[in-house]
Protein backbone atom coordinates (compact mmCIF):
# COMPACT_ATOMS: atom_id res chain seq x y z
CA UNK A 1 0.00 0.00 0.00
CA UNK A 2 1.96 3.34 -0.80
CA UNK A 3 2.11 6.02 1.61
CA UNK A 4 -0.73 8.77 1.45
CA UNK A 5 -0.39 12.24 -0.56
CA UNK A 6 0.82 14.95 1.21
CA UNK A 7 -0.13 18.26 0.35
CA UNK A 8 2.52 20.75 -0.30
CA UNK A 9 3.17 24.45 1.48
CA UNK A 10 2.59 26.82 -1.34
CA UNK A 11 5.21 28.85 -1.99
CA UNK A 12 5.49 32.35 -2.92
CA UNK A 13 6.49 33.70 -5.82
CA UNK A 14 7.30 37.57 -6.88
CA UNK A 15 5.16 39.48 -8.69
CA UNK A 16 7.85 39.05 -11.66
CA UNK A 17 7.91 35.80 -11.59
CA UNK A 18 4.37 35.38 -11.72
CA UNK A 19 3.84 37.62 -14.71
CA UNK A 20 7.21 35.37 -16.45
CA UNK A 21 4.38 32.67 -15.65
CA UNK A 22 1.94 33.93 -18.10
CA UNK A 23 -0.14 34.86 -14.64
CA UNK A 24 -2.79 37.72 -15.92
CA UNK A 25 -1.11 41.50 -16.01
CA UNK A 26 -3.87 44.21 -13.82
CA UNK A 27 -6.83 44.56 -16.41
CA UNK A 28 -6.71 48.14 -14.69
CA UNK A 29 -3.07 48.64 -15.82
CA UNK A 30 -3.62 47.24 -19.26
CA UNK A 31 -6.97 49.98 -19.52
CA UNK A 32 -4.76 52.99 -18.56
CA UNK A 33 -1.59 51.64 -20.86
CA UNK A 34 -3.89 51.24 -23.68
CA UNK A 35 -5.46 55.19 -23.41
CA UNK A 36 -2.29 56.34 -22.11
CA UNK A 37 -0.22 55.11 -25.56
CA UNK A 38 -2.62 55.93 -27.66
CA UNK A 39 -2.88 59.59 -26.24
CA UNK A 40 1.50 59.50 -26.49
CA UNK A 41 1.46 58.39 -29.92
CA UNK A 42 -1.33 61.14 -31.19
CA UNK A 43 -0.06 64.06 -29.17
CA UNK A 44 3.82 63.37 -30.33
CA UNK A 45 2.87 62.95 -33.93
CA UNK A 46 0.93 66.28 -34.00
CA UNK A 47 3.30 68.11 -32.41
CA UNK A 48 5.94 66.61 -34.25
CA UNK A 49 7.46 69.12 -37.02
CA UNK A 50 9.40 66.80 -38.90
CA UNK A 51 8.26 64.74 -41.72
CA UNK A 52 10.90 61.90 -41.15
CA UNK A 53 8.89 61.30 -37.64
CA UNK A 54 4.98 61.26 -38.81
CA UNK A 55 6.35 58.80 -41.58
CA UNK A 56 7.54 56.74 -38.80
CA UNK A 57 4.79 56.94 -37.14
CA UNK A 58 2.39 55.81 -39.84
CA UNK A 59 4.63 52.74 -40.77
CA UNK A 60 4.08 51.84 -36.56
CA UNK A 61 2.73 48.42 -37.46
CA UNK A 62 5.45 47.81 -39.76
CA UNK A 63 8.36 48.47 -36.86
CA UNK A 64 7.18 47.02 -34.05
CA UNK A 65 3.97 44.48 -35.50
CA UNK A 66 0.74 44.55 -35.16
CA UNK A 67 0.32 42.04 -33.05
CA UNK A 68 1.84 44.45 -30.30
CA UNK A 69 -0.58 46.94 -31.31
CA UNK A 70 -3.34 44.43 -30.90
CA UNK A 71 -1.96 43.59 -27.65
CA UNK A 72 -1.75 47.32 -26.33
CA UNK A 73 -5.38 48.41 -27.99
CA UNK A 74 -7.93 45.86 -29.51
CA UNK A 75 -9.72 45.34 -26.25
CA UNK A 76 -10.67 48.62 -26.05
CA UNK A 77 -13.87 50.29 -27.29
CA UNK A 78 -14.55 50.83 -31.10
CA UNK A 79 -15.19 54.36 -30.28
CA UNK A 80 -12.45 55.22 -27.86
CA UNK A 81 -8.98 56.84 -28.99
CA UNK A 82 -7.37 53.62 -28.45
CA UNK A 83 -10.42 51.65 -30.34
CA UNK A 84 -9.81 53.94 -33.55
CA UNK A 85 -6.57 53.76 -33.33
CA UNK A 86 -6.04 50.07 -34.02
CA UNK A 87 -8.93 50.46 -36.50
CA UNK A 88 -6.84 52.66 -38.14
CA UNK A 89 -3.62 50.39 -37.91
CA UNK A 90 -5.25 47.82 -39.22
CA UNK A 91 -7.10 48.76 -42.08
CA UNK A 92 -3.89 50.10 -43.10
CA UNK A 93 -2.35 46.49 -43.00
CA UNK A 94 -4.93 44.87 -44.81
CA UNK A 95 -4.69 47.18 -47.59
CA UNK A 96 -0.41 46.99 -47.26
CA UNK A 97 -0.90 42.69 -47.33
CA UNK A 98 -3.77 42.80 -49.82
CA UNK A 99 -3.58 45.78 -52.21
CA UNK A 100 -5.20 44.02 -55.74
CA UNK A 101 -8.00 42.34 -53.33
CA UNK A 102 -8.97 45.94 -51.68
CA UNK A 103 -8.34 47.18 -54.89
CA UNK A 104 -10.77 45.16 -57.09
CA UNK A 105 -13.51 45.75 -53.79
CA UNK A 106 -13.50 49.07 -53.94
CA UNK A 107 -13.10 49.27 -57.61
CA UNK A 108 -16.46 47.21 -57.08
CA UNK A 109 -17.90 49.76 -54.48
CA UNK A 110 -17.75 52.91 -56.14
CA UNK A 111 -21.18 52.59 -58.39
CA UNK A 112 -22.68 51.57 -55.01
CA UNK A 113 -21.47 54.64 -52.22
CA UNK A 114 -20.20 57.51 -54.96
CA UNK A 115 -20.43 59.87 -51.74
CA UNK A 116 -18.28 57.55 -49.84
CA UNK A 117 -15.72 57.37 -53.00
CA UNK A 118 -15.79 60.93 -53.15
CA UNK A 119 -14.67 61.24 -49.31
CA UNK A 120 -12.29 58.83 -49.57
CA UNK A 121 -10.45 59.65 -52.70
CA UNK A 122 -9.21 56.64 -54.23
CA UNK A 123 -8.35 58.08 -57.51
CA UNK A 124 -7.91 55.67 -60.13
CA UNK A 125 -8.80 52.82 -57.93
CA UNK A 126 -5.66 50.55 -58.41
CA UNK A 127 -3.50 48.94 -55.55
CA UNK A 128 -1.28 51.41 -55.56
CA UNK A 129 -3.53 54.19 -54.96
CA UNK A 130 -5.27 52.59 -52.04
CA UNK A 131 -1.98 51.79 -50.19
CA UNK A 132 -1.12 55.53 -51.04
CA UNK A 133 -5.03 56.33 -49.47
CA UNK A 134 -4.21 54.09 -46.58
CA UNK A 135 -1.15 55.78 -45.62
CA UNK A 136 -2.26 59.58 -46.42
CA UNK A 137 -5.29 58.36 -43.48
CA UNK A 138 -2.96 57.59 -40.71
CA UNK A 139 -0.89 60.89 -42.01
CA UNK A 140 -3.50 62.94 -41.58
CA UNK A 141 -4.08 61.97 -37.90
CA UNK A 142 -0.66 63.28 -36.96
CA UNK A 143 -0.24 65.71 -39.56
CA UNK A 144 -3.73 67.63 -40.33
CA UNK A 145 -7.45 67.13 -39.34
CA UNK A 146 -8.06 64.04 -37.01
CA UNK A 147 -11.64 64.18 -37.49
CA UNK A 148 -11.33 64.50 -41.23
CA UNK A 149 -9.13 61.38 -41.35
CA UNK A 150 -11.53 59.01 -39.49
CA UNK A 151 -14.01 60.15 -41.94
CA UNK A 152 -12.15 59.57 -44.84
CA UNK A 153 -11.32 55.91 -43.32
CA UNK A 154 -14.95 55.66 -42.71
CA UNK A 155 -15.85 56.29 -46.24
CA UNK A 156 -13.24 54.25 -47.56
CA UNK A 157 -14.43 51.14 -45.47
CA UNK A 158 -18.08 51.78 -47.01
CA UNK A 159 -16.95 51.67 -50.53
CA UNK A 160 -14.71 48.68 -50.07
CA UNK A 161 -17.79 47.11 -47.63
CA UNK A 162 -20.45 47.63 -50.40
CA UNK A 163 -17.72 45.88 -53.18
CA UNK A 164 -16.75 43.01 -51.37
CA UNK A 165 -20.48 42.16 -51.28
CA UNK A 166 -20.93 42.35 -54.70
CA UNK A 167 -17.82 41.09 -56.08
CA UNK A 168 -17.49 37.90 -53.62
CA UNK A 169 -19.58 35.01 -53.20
CA UNK A 170 -20.34 33.24 -49.55
CA UNK A 171 -21.58 33.63 -46.21
CA UNK A 172 -18.28 34.60 -45.10
CA UNK A 173 -17.97 38.05 -47.28
CA UNK A 174 -21.54 38.74 -46.21
CA UNK A 175 -19.75 38.57 -43.04
CA UNK A 176 -17.25 40.38 -43.62
CA UNK A 177 -18.78 42.92 -45.31
CA UNK A 178 -20.58 43.63 -42.35
CA UNK A 179 -18.02 43.86 -39.88
CA UNK A 180 -16.53 46.68 -42.31
CA UNK A 181 -19.87 48.61 -42.51
CA UNK A 182 -19.63 48.57 -38.69
CA UNK A 183 -16.16 49.61 -38.23
CA UNK A 184 -17.11 52.80 -41.11
CA UNK A 185 -19.66 53.21 -38.33
CA UNK A 186 -17.52 53.39 -35.70
CA UNK A 187 -14.56 55.64 -37.49
CA UNK A 188 -17.36 57.78 -38.23
CA UNK A 189 -18.96 58.53 -34.43
CA UNK A 190 -15.22 58.70 -33.25
CA UNK A 191 -15.09 61.70 -35.98
CA UNK A 192 -17.79 63.15 -34.45
CA UNK A 193 -16.45 62.55 -30.89
CA UNK A 194 -12.94 63.98 -31.86
CA UNK A 195 -14.83 67.49 -32.57
CA UNK A 196 -16.52 67.47 -29.21
CA UNK A 197 -13.57 66.76 -27.56
CA UNK A 198 -14.75 63.56 -26.44
CA UNK A 199 -12.86 60.93 -27.66
CA UNK A 200 -10.42 59.17 -24.74
Given at each position: ????H?????????????????????????????????????????????P???????????????????????????????????????????????????A??????????E??????????????????????I??G??????????????????????????V??????????????????????????????E??
Amino acid sequence: MSEPHKPRRPSYREPGALEALGQPSDPIAQLHAAHETAAALLHTGRAATDPAVTARLVALADDIGLGTLADLWASRPARSLPGVLWRLYLLREWVTTDPHGAAREYAAGIRFTEPNHAVAGVEPPGPDEVRRVADEILHGVFDGDFAVALERAAAFCRVVSSGRADVTEGARAVIQAGRLQVMADDLAAGARLWRAGELE
